[in-house]
């Protein structure tokens, strides 16, 4: 696929072939998302990291859910599976399991991963399942046309929340350091290279790893809330962004409004046996394994 | 510790299920602890480990069927086992493991419902649900075991079906079933035919869901190199989405026809007194030993009785019940529901069909079929 970039001394040109090409469906472009979403940063990181680390592309497996990030599972040439809402982390859980040679990482919404998979994320975090977990935030069920979720702050306007939100937002990173992920950080998709490095740590990364990526939603969220149109919304995530990886739970918290900053950072990076670890130590124990 | 005990053994049907799973090469069950399927459960998380295969306590039944069509996408040969209300739960991903063509056993142990209902206790009122339950069509294969042998060899006869067919199957017990203990012989490993899922050929322009003649697939598994892509969603032989009708037409109709026109070597079913039969009576998994119990007497009561048990309820062996009906003046069918599979033989036996129910909670007696019997012969 042909595109557009600056050359080295700064003029724009087209090239015929886009660095990435061979990690994107190029039969399945262009995607559709709509325009301002960070949707694309997301999966651009996604494929820069799979392609820097040191893990062959035919490893990778690459699972999604429902919704629009679900959709990202079937633009990235690697074996991807779109499983059913709310489930690619138990149906990631079993491919692990089953070969566990494969670098397993389920890219979905905040929707998908933490309503209707809320109980999911739970255990496969519990049990320390050896997968990535990368949650883009928008804030909202944007597939279905703006809907209030799990994650949409108090007071926020939605389709289903006319006259403010009622319910208290999840603060993810929290939950995943809680329940005892052993990497965790959120960045917003303005962070590109942030997020990359982050996911190049999480791929290599032995556990269950968590990342939230804040991203635009301009039809779905920024409009409603006045944070503006695509490129506002990126100006705005500039301005209140601040970098702190060891900010306490309550600093974490995302109001998405006033003066209130973006708490970004890799919050958690530690160590902790794998489900797998720990089969494989007992069973060893029982000479079951020799 | 060898996956197949080969032997003779005084056996809980629940186990004898269990040990037909390894029996068929079974390296990986994702379950949720329920009665009356908890045995089976339990005899995978000691065995699996002995094999090395892996047994894992999902979070519910939603996820464990997840988990399930997970390791079977990376090559595992995977199962589940539940009953009513997981199975009410697992119908969603059913769904997907038809549209994926994921390979794939999940056992029900039937207990009484609707909603928790008789946990304890038997049922027979999913039959309809293993074929309807999960939204969209489909056509189901489920085997109903009448015995604990059975338990082992339907377990066996699924996992080759799921593995050439390329879909989940039901292996339809019930709480009387599992949950009794007899005698289970298990042959030696090479005694059992297996079968293993087909795989590609070749790399170059392979399509992940482009039919053989047979109208199934060869299955790529994830790791392989394929670049594969699944999904629920409507898709075309590349694996990708396409929401149209004609797309739509394609793919809902080469599911069902995979099955149907494979009928014939799925259907299984025993008969016995039924050639000059003119009272045919159909049943299934735990009903069908009262029902051949009462047959025998009515047979030597002078009623020409016969007994057509069904081993396969889906796909509906159709053609045998059309074959009867030609000749046999009535049906009755006896089962612990409220008349489901009742309903089934009345299509194809222009309506000639007796019911004999039974809520649930219990054995449904020989009395009560023969008493129907002879309603009949009045």
Redesign the interface.
Known sequence: MSAKGANDKGRIETVEEHPLDHIL?Q??LPHIWCPGCGLGSAMTCYAQAIERVDIP???Q?LLSGIGCTGRI??YV????????HG?A???????????P??CVTVFSGDGDLFAIGG??F??AARRNIDINVICVNNFNYGMTGGQQGPTTPVEARTTTTRYGNFEHPLNLPHLAAALGAVYVSRWTTLHCRHLEKSMEKALQKRGFTFIEIICPCPVGFGRPNKLGEGLEELRYYREKSVIKNDASWDEMVLHMRGEEPIVVGDFVDTERPT?LDL?EQM?RAKG?IK | MKAVLTGRHFMLGDIACAEGALAAGCDFFGGYPITPATETAERMALRLPQVGGHYIQMEDEIASLAAVLGASCAGAKSMTATSGPGFSLMQENIGLGIVTETPCVIVNVQRGGPSTGLPTLAGQADMMQAQWGSHGDYEAIAYVPNSCQEMFDLTIKAFNAAERYRQPVFVMADEIIGHMTERVVIPGPKKIKLVSRKRPKRKKNYLPFKPDKDLIPPMALAGEGYAIHVTGLTHDSRGYPVIDEETQHEMVTRLIEKIRRHAPEIWEFEEVMTEDADIVVVSYGAASRSAGRAVNIARKDGIKAGLMRLITVWPFPEKRIKELAESAKVFVVPEINMGQISREVERFASGRVLSVTHAGGGMLSPEAVLQKIKEVTK
Request: aromatic share 8%; net charge positive.
């Open positions: 469906r039969d399945r592309l035919k490893k497996v599972a079937g040439k690697v074996d991807s599976y779109h499983t059913t489930r982390i138990p149906f990631a859980t079993g491919l692990k399991i089953a070969n040679e494969l109980n999911h739970l255990h489900y089969e069973l079951l």
